[in-house]
């Protein structure tokens, strides 16, 4: 059973551009969360979606977007970045059930100059 | 504010030893309780989870102890092996929702 994948693993951007991550679910799973990884802040929640409708959402300016597709894949955005978003960007999926107990990927890893 | 805290960023122990991580709580609505054991260059992954109606859960080697007095749990590790070796996070959440806080990891290092 293939994990969750996301794309691109590494990626550079500068100042004031945008970014777009993707994630592919688990097969069958239908939540997709979106967690930020920095040493300062440690992980924090971005959103989560279920059924392509955003369930929750973290505290974070509205810079940071997402969907979910039909197909439970998802996407999230940055606009107009900052030095500040350089982090490692991590999705994790679940069936749907609220337990917790979510499966990650590997993460891509945002350096912004 | 950091609702879930943990102390002691790394810890080191003999293989066969017990390995004991702590992590603090202070939101109150709280009633799910999680850890995740980290790999370098890999994603979090679950480890074992507890309830806010238990006090205690074991799978295998791993028991999670909660304290909801205290807004405290513990996890235990027993025995450490060296594959054990890695980041441990504690994370947290309300009823009904998959949005997690977490703490900050503890590094736990078994030497053989």
């Known amino acids: 059973k293939a994990g969750v994948t996301q794309t691109p693993r590494y990626l550079i951007k500068t100042r004031g551009q945008q970014v777009t991550l993707s994630c592919s679910p688990i097969s069958g799973h239908r939540s997709v969360s979106w967690y930020q990884q920095t040493p300062g802040q440690g992980l924090q929640f971005l959103f989560e979606y279920f059924s392509e409708t955003q369930r929750n959402k973290g505290n974070f300016p509205g810079r940071f977007s997402g969907r979910q597709f039909s197909n439970s894949r998802s996407e999230m955005n940055v606009s107009t970045l900052e030095l500040g978003d350089s982090a490692l960007y991590l999705c994790?999926?679940?069936?749907?059930?609220?337990?917790?107990?979510?499966?990650f990927g590997e993460g891509s890893r945002l350096t912004v100059l | 504010d950091q609702q879930v805290k943990q102390n002691s960023p790394s810890l080191s122990v003999q293989e066969g030893r017990i390995s004991i991580l702590n992590c603090d709580y202070t939101n109150s609505m709280f009633d799910y309780f999680l850890w995740y054991k980290k790999y370098p260059a890999e994603g979090p992954t679950f480890l074992i989870s507890?309830?806010?109606?238990?006090d205690k859960n074991e799978d295998g080697r791993f028991t999670v102890f909660l304290n909801k007095s205290a807004k405290h749990l513990s996890l235990h590790i027993v025995p450490s092996q060296p594959g054990d070796s890695a980041v441990y996070f504690c994370a947290a959440s309300g009823h009904g929702n998959n949005r997690l806080a977490f703490g900050k990891g503890n590094q736990v290092v078994v030497i053989p």
């Open positions: 507890i309830s806010s109606i238990k």
């Open positions: 994790a999926s679940s069936l749907g059930s609220s337990t917790g107990e979510l499966f």
